[in-house]
């Protein structure tokens, strides 16, 4: 498994699905919205706003893996807030997945000013609640950091070698 986190406006959605912009693949939404790809899943859709596992409701964390418990997808790619916590990350390895994951390394102002831009804007609690929890994800698991100051282009080729990604654009396969 592959998930991106950082904190809000960091470049995980725009990230992610630039990676996977070349890969063929077919929209499922049920048992919640994820996408087929010949070499596994990405969790949650695409759009504009609040896109990736954010999509999702807010109660889809055991519906996930029950999925993946069922379904035994050889790769699954995921970013946003809605799954990134111990419990769901927890769940995932006990069922045999190696968890790796990405952080969007963005410094707060940048991401800010990115958020300000948007319809939505965050209050300060919901955003200090958001800077603690990447804080703390990543002093537990250590992720592979991409700059996300850097332009696009160059987050988007950072991810796109990695091998799960590699796995689902359909140019390596990869075993459980």
Known sequence: MLYVIGI???????????????????????????EEHSGGIALGRRREQFGGTDALSLAVQPKVLKFLA??????????????????????????????????MDTPVEVATARVAGRVWNPDGKWLKGRLTK?????????????????????CVAQ??????????RGKMRVTL
């Open 8 to 34: 809000p406006g960091s470049g995980k959605t725009s990230t992610l699905y630039g990676a996977l912009a070349q890969s063929e693949y077919k929209v499922e939404p049920f048992p919640f919205a994820h």
């Open 70 to 103: 069922e379904q035994r997808p050889p790769v699954v790619v995921g970013e946003g807030d809605r799954l990134a916590t111990d419990s769901f990350f927890e769940g995932v390895q006990s069922l045999g997945y190696q968890l790796n994951l990405v952080l």
């Open 134 to 154: 990447v804080a703390r994800l990543t002093m537990l698991y250590n992720p592979l950091r991409i700059d996300g100051t850097a332009p696009l282009g160059r």
């Open 159 to 168: 991810l796109a070698e990695h091998p799960a990604i590699q796995q689902l």
